[in-house]
């Protein structure tokens, strides 16, 4: 059993994690693909023979043994769908230090521009969402890649030196043939329901351009609806969406979304109420753990916390436009309301209320969470001197949808036919 044992250990000792993709940067410090997946990424950094050893020696060899093996690393993540309700992309990338490394802190997406290239040689920059870990681990979230193609095609380059680059292929995790087929028609054009008209006008290079709205026209007949918030965008029949949308993938869809952001115009049902709840004291957590379903929305609300900042050094905060974005006096300092949800496709408005009713000033942010296909929020309030209580309000506004079928404009296809 000993000598059985001790095979064992050495076939163990050589372990053989899989090829990389290895990336220098001018920094000093590596960067390494390890693995791609779909709406979800599961990955061992080692082989199966390893994980075997492993946990037999772990059941059965001396301790002596077992604790110098460094355990298998796992990573599994998940992701939620886009606003097209298409999967996203996962990749898992690893940083290396080096002891010149000049930037151990900046952001993956901050020391390499990425792109994907297309088989009809688009480039697509597309927006990453990101998560990190401790231990040099990096995920990058794509809502938008080329879908179509068996291969996915990557382009790394060092933001500090744009002569440094690298390129490789992996296996699409997102490949598929069965898109569906739309036919355009020309702008402008116009769509209607009981309560208004929508009309999208012209397109060009400009509307489509980054941060730029698509002019859209709305019409309103309902007073119900005269309060409203329009958002809008472009996807393509693969579900992308964005303003990196490759020209050859015709026709587009513009899609405008409407909903009434006026509380009063909805229903009893749209609303619920919370608390009170007696205002945490400051660096405690107070639970809730409530859960209800909201027009169709299942809201959880975890605790009231005091508010640790998500807001990057430079950028001055939403709530304290002013200055800090933490008031100096420990007694007024921000509370926050965290709220998890795995639905989407619906506009929603919170009000927070002490105990008099009077209305605090709030805003809501996304909260990054490693691993957990549900969306968190942290609503954020500053209470007043005489805050003692709170209740929060969360009200579902659900929208009205209208699509346009559309020619991409002829002046996007032409630039991207010179890259």
Not at 35 to 51: F, I, N, P, Q, R
Not at 369 to 375: H, I, L
Request: glycine share 6%.
């Amino acid at each position: 059993m000993g000598v059985f044992l001790g095979l064992l250990a050495g076939a163990c000792l050589l372990r053989s994690d899989p090829p990389r993709v290895q990336f220098s940067l001018s920094s000093g410090e590596q960067i390494a693909y390890v693995a791609a997946g779909l709406g979800k990424l599961d990955h061992t950094d080692s082989s199966v023979a390893y994980e075997w050893c492993h946990r037999v020696l772990a059941q059965y060899g001396p301790a002596v043994v077992s604790k110098r093996l460094p355990a298998p690393r796992v990573t599994s993540v998940r992701d939620v769908a886009s606003r097209t309700g298409a999967q996203s992309l996962l990749l898992l990338f690893e940083r290396q230090y080096k002891p010149q490394s000049v930037n151990q802190k900046g952001e993956f997406r901050d020391l390499v521009k990425l792109e994907f290239e297309d088989a009809d040689g688009h480039r697509l920059r597309a927006q990453s969402k990101f998560q990190s870990f401790p231990d040099g681990r990096e995920i990058l979230s794509f809502e938008s890649f080329p879908r179509r193609d068996q291969k996915l095609v990557i382009h790394l380059t060092d933001s500090a030196d744009r002569t440094k680059t690298t390129s490789f292929e992996i296996e699409n995790p997102g490949f598929r043939t069965n898109f569906p087929d739309w036919s355009p028609a020309g702008l402008p054009q116009t769509r209607s329901d009981a309560a208004m008209d929508v009309t999208l006008r012209e397109l060009d290079a400009d509307s489509v351009a980054k941060g730029k709205r698509l002019p859209v026209d709305v019409a309103v007949r309902d007073p119900a609806w005269n309060r409203h918030l329009v958002t809008a965008w472009i996807e393509d029949a693969t579900g992308n969406h964005g303003d990196q949308l490759s020209p050859f993938e015709t026709p587009w869809k513009a899609r405008v979304s409407i909903a009434r952001t006026d509380p009063a115009a909805l229903l009893p049902g749209d609303k619920w109420m919370l608390g009170p709840f007696p205002l945490s004291p400051e660096g405690s957590k107070i639970p809730i753990e409530q859960s209800r379903e909201v027009n169709g929305v299942t809201f959880r609300v975890r605790h009231l916390e005091t508010h640790k900042s998500q807001i990057p050094q430079g950028v001055r905060s939403p709530i304290h436009p002013e200055g800090s974005s933490t008031p100096l006096d420990s007694a007024i300092r921000d509370r926050e309301f965290r709220v998890e949800f795995a639905e989407s496709g619906f506009h929603w408005i919170t009000f927070v209320e002490d105990q008099s009713g009077l209305r605090l000033k709030e805003v809501s942010q996304p909260i990054a969470k490693r691993g957990k296909a549900r969306a968190m929020f942290g609503v954020r309030f500053t209470p007043k001197p005489d805050t003692t209580h709170v209740s929060l309000t969360l009200t579902v506004s659900r929208p009205k949808e209208f699509e346009f079928l559309i020619v991409p404009p002829a002046e996007i296809k032409s630039a991207s036919g010179e890259q």
